[in-house]
C-alpha cells in the first residue's frame, strides 16, 4: 500500500510537485519511480538510471503526505498506518520504506458515483489600475438590473481576484480580475442569456472595461458524490485471457480476530525553538503537498529536521492554520500529526464544493493551496533558517 501510493503519481516521486524544486536538477525530464519491494513487506522507492529529478526523504514524503486524510489510510485489502513507517536513505537516489504497519481490511468501501449537476458559465472582467472595488461593485450592480440577482440562479458565485500592483512597470501588472460563475438546472439561464449580459456592459460599465473571453454557451458539469456501503456488496473479479472470471469477494480475506497491535502511545513533545525570529514566508523552511480529496482539500506540511518539526508541531495549531487560510474561517479544518515523518495533514472539508468538476474556485483541485501556505509570513526562530551566505544544497537527510 505505501509503495503503492508513493509511485501512483509518477514523477511526483522524483521531484515533481516538489516544495524545494530549485533543488533537484533534470527536472526538464524527471525519471519515473521504482519500487523494489520485498519479501518482509519493506521496499526501496528508486528511479530510472540516468534520468532527471530525484528520489530522496523529501520527495517520498511529499508524496506520502499527498491526498491523504488521517494517519490510517484505508483500502479495500488492508489499513495502511502511514503514521507508524520509517524513511531511510538508502543511496544515491535509494529511499528505503520499512516497519509500516496496519490493520484488516475495512467492513465498509467507498463506491463513487459521478452526476450531472446541471449547467454552469463563467465570465471574467478584467478591472485596472484605480478604484479597482468600485469598479466590481458597479458591475455587479448592473448584473443583478440585467439578470434580477443571485437569486436568479441556483449558485452565483462571485470572486474579486487582486492580482493588480499599485504603480505597475506594464499594463498588465496593474489589473485584477472579477470572476463570476453562475449555476442552474436551466441550460438557457446560465448561458447566452448570462454571458451576454456581461458583454453588453463593455460600452456601459467601468472605465477600462474588457473581458477575458466571448459570450459563451453554459456547459454542464459534474457532481462527485461518495458514500461507504458494506464491502461484500462488492465483489471484485479476476478476468483471465479467453474471458474466465474468478470472483474473489472480500470475505475471503478480511481477517477475523484482533490484528497486530500498533504503538498508540503519544509520541513525546520535543521543545520547539526559541530565541529571536524573523518574519519570512512559512516555506523559507517548511515544504507543502496539496490537493483535493472530493469537495475537501487536503495539505501536508513536513519540516526537513528535528528542530524544524518540533517548531512546525507547536506553531501550526487548527487556530493558526485557519488565521492563515482565513477561506477557512466557517469551514471544518481537520489537524492529523505523523511525527516519524515530521509532518502535519490538515484536511479542509467542503473547501472544494461538491468536488473538481463542480467547484466554482479557480484551483478547484486545491494543487496551489500548498505553496499558497507557504508564502504566507510568519515569525520564524532564527536558529532554523539555513545559512542564506551558502548557496542552498540538497536537504541533509
Known amino acids: 500500500m505505501a509503495a503503492g501510493h508513493v509511485i501512483e503519481c509518477g514523477p511526483q516521486a522524483t521531484g515533481g510537485n516538489y516544495a524545494f524544486f530549485t533543488e533537484v536538477p533534470g527536472l526538464e525530464h524527471p525519471g519515473f519511480p521504482i519500487a523494489e519491494v520485498a519479501e518482509d513487506g519493506s521496499s526501496v522507492i528508486t528511479k530510472h538510471p540516468g ?86 461593485k458597479l458591475t455587479l450592480a448592473a448584473l443583478d438590473a440585467k439578470l434580477g440577482g443571485p437569486e436568479s ?19 498588465a501588472e496593474a489589473a485584477a ?61 479476476v478476468v483471465h485471457t479467453g474471458g474466465r472470471r474468478v470472483a474473489v469477494p472480500h470475505t475471503a480475506y478480511l481477517v477475523t480476530g484482533e490484528s497486530d497491535p500498533v504503538d498508540e502511545e503519544a509520541t513525546p513533545a520535543a521543545v520547539p525553538a526559541a530565541g529571536p525570529t524573523e518574519h519570512l514566508p512559512l ?22 529536521s528535528d528542530a524544524g518539526w518540533a517548531w512546525l508541531d507547536a506553531f501550526l495549531t487548527v487556530d493558526r492554520f485557519r488565521s492563515l487560510l482565513p477561506e477557512a474561517d466557517d469551514l ?39 505553496e499558497y501556505l507557504r508564502s504566507r509570513l510568519v515569525d520564524i526562530p532564527v536558529s532554523l533558517l539555513p545559512d542564506r551566505a551558502d548557496p542552498p544544497e540538497r536537504p541533509k537527510e
Not at 440562479?153 to 499594463?171: C, G, H, Q, S, V
Not at 451576454?196 to 458539469?221: I, K, M, N, Q, V
Open 153 to 171: 440562479f441556483a449558485e452565483y458565485d462571485t470572486r474579486l481576484i487582486r492580482t493588480d500592483k499599485p504603480d505597475a512597470p506594464i499594463n
Open 51 to 136: 534520468t532527471g529529478g530525484e528520489v530522496s526523504i523529501g520527495t517520498v514524503t511529499a508524496q506520502l503526505l499527498y491526498e491523504i486524510a488521517g494517519p490510517e489510510y484505508p483500502n479495500t485489502d488492508v489499513v495502511a498506518r502511514f503514521d507508524t513507517l520509517d524513511l531511510a536513505a538508502a543511496g544515491d537516489d535509494r529511499v528505503r520504506i520499512s516497519w509500516i504497519r496496519g490493520r484488516p481490511a475495512p467492513e465498509r468501501i467507498k463506491v463513487c458515483l459521478n452526476l450531472l449537476g446541471g449547467w454552469r458559465n463563467t465570465m471574467t472582467f478584467v478591472l485596472t489600475g484605480l478604484d479597482i472595488e468600485a469598479k466590481a
Open 177 to 237: 480580475q472579477l470572476r463570476i460563475t453562475v449555476k442552474d438546472a436551466d441550460g438557457d439561464r446560465v448561458g447566452r442569456a448570462f454571458s451576454d449580459a456581461a458583454t453588453e456592459l463593455a460600452l456601459a460599465g467601468y472605465p477600462g472595461l474588457h473581458l477575458t473571453s466571448l459570450p459563451t454557451a453554459g456547459s454542464t458539469y459534474g457532481v462527485y458524490w461518495r458514500t461507504l456501503v458494506p464491502a461484500d456488496l462488492v465483489i471484485p473479479e
Open 283 to 304: 516555506g523559507t523552511i517548511i515544504g507543502a503537498h496539496s490537493g483535493d480529496k472530493g469537495g475537501n482539500a487536503t495539505v501536508g506540511l513536513w519540516a526537513r
Open 332 to 370: 471544518l479544518v481537520q489537524r492529523f500529526g505523523f511525527p516519524k515523518l515530521r509532518a502535519i495533514n490538515f484536511v479542509v472539508v467542503g473547501l472544494l464544493g461538491e468536488g473538481v468538476a463542480s467547484s466554482t474556485r479557480p484551483d478547484p483541485q486545491a494543487k496551489s493551496l500548498g
